[in-house]
């Protein structure tokens, strides 16, 4: 079996081939979230809720970074540095990728009315995302490398924003006990104090009155 997309490579072995690696990802897709499902769940968040800024930072630290990576790794001491960022920009897209897997996996489990743990979730949603994503771009190559990159941009950027889910990226940060600071800071309101009404003069009688009249006229 042969189509024109694969340049004369068999379609079964090019199948099993990507099978496999939508396979090894939703593995991998469940150990890291059965592993840091709270570092998950935020960057999840930042998937869901921004989603504009999360693929604008991403689309930006692709374009940046390289950039920076290569000139670092002019210098023979900026060598070092320059692999290691390549190796957490490489682990912040395949974290990010994760997380989108994570989203569609949980959709797709409301949808079936089904109850399933988060890093099962993970799971299905990964290979599905990334096994539909190979397919478009291998069957569509024009376009269809479009959607694994815009998945991988918009994943990536989530990881940023969260730095790779350690904290929230509405508050900035944890406090000791791990709850998110999520308070405003800031002058707070002020309570209004309850005015006291001073007591009505008591008017003297009448015959005293009269008596101090008559008092002051001796």
Request: aromatic share 6%.
């Amino acid at each position: 079996i042969w189509i024109p997309g694969f340049a004369g490579e068999n379609i079964l072995w090019q199948g099993l081939f990507l099978l496999g690696r939508s396979i090894l990802w939703a593995i991998v897709a469940l150990l890291v979230v059965l592993l840091l499902p709270n570092h998950s769940e935020r960057v999840r968040k930042a998937v869901v809720e921004k989603t504009a800024v999360s693929i604008g930072l991403g689309l930006l630290t692709m374009v940046v970074a390289p950039l920076l990576l290569v000139v670092m790794a002019i210098t023979i001491i900026g060598i070092p540095v320059s692999l290691l960022g390549v190796f957490v920009l490489a682990l912040g897209w395949a974290f990010g990728v994760i997380v989108v897997g994570l989203e569609v996996g949980k959709r797709l489990v409301q949808a079936a009315r089904q109850e399933w743990a988060p890093a099962v979730a993970a799971g299905l949603g990964t290979f599905l995302v990334t096994l539909v994503g190979n397919v478009i771009g291998v069957v569509v190559p024009c376009v269809g490398w479009m959607v694994p990159v815009l998945v991988g941009l918009l994943g990536l950027g989530a990881v940023l924003i969260t730095r790779f889910g350690t904290q929230d990226y509405q508050t900035g940060g944890f406090d000791r006990t791990g709850a998110p600071l999520d308070r405003p800071v800031g002058l707070q309101p002020v309570e209004p104090v309850p005015v006291v009404e001073a007591p009505p003069a008591v008017e003297p009688p009448a015959e005293a009155a009269e008596a101090a009249e008559e008092a002051e006229k001796e």
